[in-house]
């Protein structure tokens, strides 16, 4: 070997710094936090859609006919309280939900989306303490029952509203979002369409002499609506979810070629 030859070192690549070690396990449990809000939400809203279900097969609820009375018939039963707790899961679980879908960047804490989501939540609450009328035991009238009713028109109402208002623009604001965006559009279509049937059966009672909870069966009617809204509210626990890896305004949703800053020359 010529001892005047220079002698060249390549380099090692860097493995990681003190700095990176201590921002990558804070970035992962910034994650951990974002994503704890919606996967709590949806637990709730499980558990809340669980009860409801089983009051159609354990007894004595399940004498309850499925197709001509209203699910909110089952609070007036003895097992009451398993409908009681399970709407306020629900209630519970979107607002949950809602607060992942803020804390992701998704909507802001104060927008149409926000206040829809919390108007369907509190009507919930509303149906709990506000119990319908009992109409096997001749009661027709009350302020109870109306509240009750009022309710459930804000909810039916609220949410197909705002899973709409959050869904828009979505794609733009990160391309990551545009699949669980359009999942949520389209639950929100499929309840709007369900609504659809009963905002009819009310809009032909003012012009014929057929009573809108006898044009279609109440009860079938309102399982069918109840299910599309919860399917929705679940398309949006489940973006909050993914947006939780993925907030507004993170490096995925940028330029690759810019996230990666200049190229360095060698």
Known sequence: MNPGALVTFTPMPETGTAESAVVAPAATGEVAARAALPTAGL????LGSLLVLLLHVLPPSNQINAMSRTISEYALGANG???NVGVLALAAGSMLVLAGLVRAGV??????SSVFVTLWSAALAVLVFFEKYDFANGEHSGASGMIHRMASLVAFLSLPTAALLASRGAAR????WRRPA???RWAALASCATLSLLLYAVAQSFVTDISWWRVFPLGGMERLIAFAEIVAVFAMGNWAGRAAVDPAGSISSTNPAESRGPARVS
């Open 43 to 46: 637990g709730l809203l499980a």
């Open 81 to 83: 309280w398993m409908f």
């Open 107 to 112: 909507v802001r804490a104060v927008s149409g």
């Open 173 to 176: 604001r990160n391309p990551s």
């Open 182 to 184: 359009a999942w949520t």
